[in-house]
């Protein structure tokens, strides 16, 4: 139980700079009258796919046939895709 505490506390370290760093993104990239639409952008893909990915989990494993193992394979190599692509795209050119 204690790993599991102590691993929730490190994953919210980590992500509790991204919408901080996102909104500084979108300071510096989009003018002030687009800035608002950003924002919301980000916000609501935030919490759609967050809602949507336990259904997709479901589909996957309980349909799809996939052991949880694959699962976890498949969105860490969707992830690792999406991290190679935003790299290459998120530049400050």
Do not use: D
């Amino acid at each position: 139980f204690a790993v599991l505490v102590g691993m929730q506390f490190l994953f919210g370290m980590g992500e509790a700079g991204a919408f901080p760093n996102i909104s500084k993104a979108i300071y510096n990239w989009f003018p002030n009258s687009q800035r608002g639409s950003a924002q919301g952008a980000v916000w609501l893909s935030a919490r759609f796919m967050g809602g949507l990915t336990p259904f997709f989990w479901v589909l996957l494993v309980t349909i799809g046939g996939m052991t949880w193992r694959q699962g976890l394979v498949l969105f860490a190599g969707v992830a690792a895709v999406w991290v190679v692509a935003f790299a290459y795209w998120f530049r400050n050119k």
